[in-house]
Every structure is written in structure tokens, then in C-alpha cells.
């Protein structure tokens, strides 16, 4: 299987809360639900899209537990978000977790385990949200593609994808969209190491 992620982005590059206020709240982070001004037909018909290509979600602890909080109670089986989610397998990566009772869910404990799973056939295995992990198996190498939503709105605070200290990487784009809203959906896959020169 492939690994993607998918994640929201403000132009200043924050990913935390974007769904509500509540969502994620940690490090005093008071601009949750920065998204939702933006949200349009054309962003939710390739999210929908996406969700349709995957075999399996790997998730990390926070956002397992804040779509575990949510998703199961959506029971519609035609729902192209809920129903995926919850019939699916979905990994959920912790060092401390000790059960996971949302139906079809697995407790993984390293990153080895991870290129375990990737190694397998099928589809995809797809991350949403979930940073801390996303920037773990950036900087090892093991996420295939990213699919990032970037807003355009600047909050100067929260938790970022590319914080200082990644793996030099080099990307390479493939597709490239404009929502009405003013969303950009710019899909990457990694090219590397980054190449230097001067001019």
C-alpha cells in the first residue's frame, strides 16, 4: 500500500483545530475551526474521492481520538466519509494507548511497524491530520504522497506540519487545484534530497 496524507493548512503552514473550536485546544491554541470559512463543493468532492481509494486509515493518537469521538455515531453506510472510516482497518499509532474500542482498529507501536503495513498490497493507507505522526514518517521517508489544503488565512500561532528540524526533502508536484473559496489543493510526492547551487 501507498501512504498518503491529507491535511489542512493555513498559509502561515498551521494544521492544529482546523474543524472547531474544541478540536484541538493544546498550547492555548485559540483559532479552531479556522477552515470552515472556506469549505466549498469543490474541496468536498476530492476529499469524498479519496476517501473512496483507501484500504485502510493510520492515524496518530490525537486525531484517532477526536474521530473516534465522532465518526462512529455517523451510521449511515452511504456516507463516503463515515462509512469508509468505520468499516475499514484503521491502525492507530501510540506508545501508551492499551485498547482501542472503535470497531476494526489496531494499536501500533513503532515506525518499523509502519513500514511493515506499507509493505503489504493494496490500495491505500491513508493518514488524515495526525502531525506529529506525519512529520515522523516524513523525516523516515515512508509517506508517498501529500495532498495539502492550504487557506488562505495566517494565524501566526499553532502547531505546524514542517517545523525546523525535518529531513531536508525535496517534493515534486502533480496536480494542482483552485476551489472557489480560495483553497489551493497542491498534491506532492516526495524527489529526494533537495538539490543546491547558486546563482
Keep these: 500500500m501507498k501512504i498518503t496524507l491529507a491535511t489542512f493548512l493555513t498559509m502561515d503552514g498551521v494544521m492544529q483545530g482546523p474543524g472547531g473550536p474544541e478540536e484541538d485546544t493544546s498550547g492555548g491554541f485559540e483559532h479552531g475551526g479556522w477552515q470552515f470559512p472556506y469549505a466549498d463543493e469543490e474541496m468536498g468532492s476530492h476529499i469524498t474521492r479519496w476517501f473512496g481509494e483507501a484500504d485502510a486509515f ?11 469521538g465522532y465518526w462512529p455515531a455517523v451510521t449511515d453506510p452511504d456516507n463516503p466519509i463515515a ?9 492507530v499509532v501510540s506508545t501508551t494507548l492499551r485498547s482501542a474500542d472503535w470497531h476494526n482498529t489496531t494499536i ?30 516524513l523525516d523516515r521517508g515512508l509517506i508517498d504522497e501529500l495532498r495539502l489544503y492550504t487557506f488562505p488565512v495566517v494565524l501566526g500561532s499553532g502547531k505546524r506540519l514542517f517545523e525546523p528540524g525535518r529531513v531536508p526533502t525535496a517534493l ?19 524527489a ?4 543546491y547551487g547558486s546563482f
Design 108 to 137: 501500533v507501536r513503532s515506525l518499523d511497524d509502519i513500514a511493515a503495513l506499507r509493505a503489504q498490497p493494496g490500495r491505500e493507507l491513508q493518514i488524515h491530520g495526525s502531525g506529529v505522526l506525519a512529520q515522523a514518517l
Design 172 to 190: 515534486r508536484l502533480v496536480d494542482s487545484v483552485r476551489g472557489e473559496s480560495g483553497c489551493v489543493l497542491n498534491v506532492y510526492r516526495p
Design 83 to 91: 462509512g469508509p472510516l468505520n468499516a475499514l482497518p484503521k491502525y
Design 58 to 68: 493510520l492515524l496518530g493518537r490525537r486525531t484517532y481520538d477526536i474521530f473516534a
Design 192 to 195: 529526494g534530497k533537495p538539490g
